[in-house]
């Protein structure tokens, strides 16, 4: 405080000092750093040569390549999981495809539609496939033989119609066509042989219903154009005499 001209004392107010020395400069250089970043307010980059430390759970930092899964890391944790659950849809949807297999022979396409509704992706059902085929669970050549084998030996079907079974069955036209010229004779030896054998059980009837119902039977097996001239020679070969129906008389089929 100061004496006033009046004898008094002066109300000027004194300077202010900062609490901990330094001059006013020192002061406002210590404010300004006070609003900077600290080195500690961020990650602290890592000493040359020092090992690389990873965090832990809970924010505590981990051991030298301490690797830990955090809470909040979820994108490796969550890919590992969907590999294993994948991997469990395949062995099972594999090991059902097997089973069908053992009861059933399937070509490349039915077990990929096997495979399809259970769920399984293109890439999953690509792997499952190329799998069976290396271990000659799928042959779609030696389904193709099987399958021209049975429609000619048991069923009597001619090219037509086991072109027509074998693409219902998935198998590539190629595949078909390799099977098919496997055959030791023709449509027509074929339609004929077949003729020959179903006309045996028409004796009984007359003449245009036994023609009609075996060329019948030759056309929904395949044999088409073969069917009729086949017809026609396996009743004249057997022998028996023309009976016509009376005129007049309705037959019902």
């Given at each position: 405080m100061t004496t006033s001209r009046h004898g008094g004392e002066s109300e000027r107010l004194a300077p202010v000092i900062p609490l901990f020395g330094g001059d006013a400069a020192d002061a406002r250089v210590s404010s300004a750093s006070a609003n900077q970043p600290q080195d500690e307010a961020g990650p602290r980059d890592p000493q040359p040569g020092s090992p690389t430390v990873f965090p832990g759970p809970s924010g505590h930092e981990g051991g030298v390549g301490d690797l830990s899964w955090?809470?909040?890391?979820?994108?490796?944790?969550?890919d590992a999981a969907w590999e294993d659950d994948i991997a469990t849809v395949v062995d099972d949807a594999e090991a059902a495809l097997i089973k069908r297999l053992r009861t059933r022979s399937l070509s490349e396409r039915e077990a990929s539609q096997f495979l399809r509704e259970r769920e399984l992706g293109d890439a999953a059902i690509d792997h499952v496939?190329?799998?069976m085929r290396s271990l000659g669970y799928l042959d779609d050549s030696a389904l193709a033989e099987q399958l021209v084998h049975s429609g000619v030996e048991r069923k009597g079907q001619g090219r037509a119609m086991l072109v027509q079974t074998l693409s219902a069955r998935g198998i590539p036209r190629e595949v078909i066509d390799e099977?098919?010229?496997?055959?030791?004779?023709?449509?027509?030896?074929?339609?004929l042989e077949f003729a020959r054998q179903k006309a045996r059980t028409m004796r009984d009837l007359d003449r245009d219903t036994a023609l009609r119902r075996l060329s019948g039977q030759l056309a929904r097996r395949g044999y088409g154009a073969?069917?009729?001239?086949?017809?026609?020679?396996?009743?004249?070969?057997?022998?028996?005499?023309?009976?016509?129906?009376?005129?007049?008389?309705?037959?019902?089929?």
């Open positions: 955090h809470p909040t890391w979820t994108e490796e944790p969550v496939i190329d799998r099977a098919l010229d496997a055959l030791p004779d023709d449509d027509a030896d074929r339609a073969s069917a009729l001239t086949a017809a026609r020679q396996a009743l004249e070969e057997l022998g028996r005499p023309v009976r016509r129906a009376p005129a007049g008389t309705v037959r019902f089929e």
